[in-house]
């Protein structure tokens, strides 16, 4: 099967993302392991993100916030135009918030989350049509590995 260019590269932004997730000690107290990466419009990385809350103690500290505030401090600017940013799983009403209060041009996330998700699963904050900014999304690259390293930290959890 041959996949198109923008398939490929989509799997590659998400295997950053992977490998920016296991970087860190989940651990059984640990974070759960969710990585996002920002992409500059030239398609050059900006910033990293993993979960933090158990680390910082900071609710907000999802992987998307933290790479998201990372961007904007080595960019200088909240606003993201022309951003790209890809993530372990289905961001979450805050982080679809976040995501478009930035003004991030694209989406790239790997594995669905039915219980919280708010890029299609149970809401669709990133392309309701009420906002005055709407994102490109491109949803289920690399689902399986990114559900299975998900799966297995709560798995593993004692």
């Given amino acids: 099967m041959k996949h198109e260019p923008r398939a490929i590269r989509h799997e590659d932004l998400i295997r950053r993302a ?12 640990g ?7 920002v992409y500059g419009p030239d ?5 990293t993100g993993r979960n933090e809350r158990e680390l910082t103690g900071d609710p907000t500290a999802h992987a998307e916030i933290v790479a998201l ?14 951003c790209t940013v890809a993530v372990t799983v289905e961001p979450c009403t805050m982080c679809a918030g976040a995501l478009v209060s930035a003004r991030v041009a694209t989406l790239v996330f790997g594995a669905w989350e039915p219980k919280t998700g708010a890029v299609g699963s149970l809401w669709d904050v990133v392309r309701d049509r009420r906002l005055t900014h709407r994102l490109e999304v491109y949803g289920g690259v690399l689902e399986a590995e990114c ?12």
């Fill in 18 to 29: 992977l490998a920016v997730a296991g970087a860190g000690d989940a651990g059984p107290e």
């Fill in 31 to 37: 974070d759960v392991p969710v990585g996002a990466v």
């Fill in 43 to 47: 398609g050059a990385e900006l910033a």
């Fill in 69 to 82: 505030r990372r961007a904007s401090a080595a960019t200088g600017s909240w606003r993201l135009d022309g």
């Fill in 147 to 158: 559900a299975t390293l998900v799966r297995d930290f709560f798995r593993n959890r004692t």
